[in-house]
């Protein structure tokens, strides 16, 4: 069965620090990559997502992540962070080949950015 | 535009005690939908999933169930809840087919504490 990894559980940065926070999955197939946030109190929702094409995608609010095949990571950079991207970020990977319907999501990371 | 609606948004009950959180998804019709469970650093979980009205698929065994009476509703039940059964419900929504059917927009959830 597939899975993902987020090994960093808890993020602590400083305003205008450079982030990333590491996304593994470990099913070879054909995937769909995607990074969710939720924000305190609010709905979870989607930041930014990979189906095919460049393996650079840019997400809302100034977020990347680069699908690297080779090393079955989809991590998620910001190069300066702001106090309000304060939240839980789940990585997710879903595949045709798993059922349209499933997606598999990490287990998070909380990210506290310090004024 | 979509919205999703997710009540009651907190629950309490006791041991024993029946259970029922309603979902129910507007302006999409035959939408894919889902319950996960999000525990703190457990990630979310895929309770159940279903692609049309009576089709229900089961991810984790469990003593919960699922229904989809109508084609934008979708009901999570339990007859005796389970002090486990703690935690908070996410019901989501997506669309049919790849690569659409694994971008999840997800309700605000129900938090239920078992006594």
């Known amino acids: 069965a597939q899975s993902v990894s987020q090994h960093n559980h808890h993020v602590i940065l400083s305003e205008a620090a450079s982030l990333e926070l590491g996304c593994n999955y470990s099913?070879?197939?054909?995937?769909?990559l995607f990074w969710y946030v939720q924000y305190p109190g609010q709905h979870l929702q989607l930041l930014l997502k990979?189906?095919?094409?460049?393996?650079l995608v840019k997400g809302i609010k100034g977020f990347e992540a680069e699908f690297i095949k080779s090393k079955f990571s989809f991590n998620l950079r910001k190069p300066s962070v702001q106090w309000s991207d304060t939240a839980e970020y789940f990585c997710?990977?879903?595949?045709?080949?798993?059922?349209?319907?499933?997606?598999?999501f990490g287990t998070g990371t909380r990210l506290t950015i310090i004024p | 535009s979509q919205t999703i609606h997710q009540w009651p948004a907190t629950l309490v009950q006791p041991v024993g005690s029946p259970l029922s959180l309603e979902c129910t998804v507007e302006?999409?019709?035959?939408?894919?939908l889902y319950w996960y469970r999000q525990a703190a650093g457990r990630g979310l979980q895929l309770l159940f999933y279903?692609?049309?009205?009576?089709?229900i698929s089961s991810e984790v065994p469990q003593n919960l169930s699922a229904s989809r009476p109508q084609d934008r509703q979708f009901i999570l039940s339990s007859k005796k809840l389970l002090l486990s059964d703690s935690g908070f419900y996410l019901c989501?929504?997506?669309?049919?087919?790849?690569?659409?059917?694994?971008?999840?927009?997800f309700g605000a959830g129900s938090r239920l504490t078992v006594l």
């Open positions: 990979y189906f095919s094409g460049d393996p």
């Open positions: 302006g999409t019709s035959n939408p894919n």
């Open positions: 279903s692609v049309g009205i009576g089709q």
């Open positions: 099913y070879g197939g054909t995937v769909n």
């Open positions: 997710a990977v879903g595949s045709p080949n798993f059922g349209n319907e499933k997606l598999t």
């Open positions: 989501a929504w997506s669309k049919t087919g790849q690569p659409g059917a694994n971008v999840l927009t």
